[in-house]
């Protein structure tokens, strides 16, 4: 679901993909979407961005596209309860997994969106 105030700019992001990565853009924008109503999305840092609240300097998670590949990405993956193990990643914050298994996991999915939503705006112990 593309909401009305960011939708040209998402439409757009999508018509750039090819038509694989662009059904698992949308896929996962459903997912992400269903996991909680206050969800807003934006295209920011050249991806599709989850936020509530117009918390965008702590954003929840984001749909970033390569050439080979769609991941789903958490600003604060590292914080995440991830019972399933589908995170992976080594930056201090930043974890993701592939479009691929987040489709196949729609539970786990939800689950990482509700924990990001948890941590949102905590940060690492110094």
Known sequence: MIDNEHGSDI????????????????ELMALISA????????????????????????????????????????????????????LTGSARYVREVTAEQAIRNPAAVGSLVHSALTHQTDLLQQ
Not at 11 to 26: I, K, M, P, S, V
Not at 36 to 50: E, M, N, S
Not at 56 to 77: M, N, Y
């Open 11 to 26: 439409r757009t992001w999508l018509a750039g993909l090819d038509e694989n990565q662009r059904n698992q853009a949308e």
């Open 35 to 86: 996991a909680d109503a206050r969800i807003q999305q934006a295209l920011k840092w050249g991806r599709i961005t989850f936020t509530v609240e117009n918390r965008w300097h702590d954003w929840l998670c984001a749909i970033a596209a390569a050439k080979k590949e769609v991941r789903l990405v958490f600003h604060k993956g590292v914080l995440l309860d991830d019972p399933e193990r589908l």
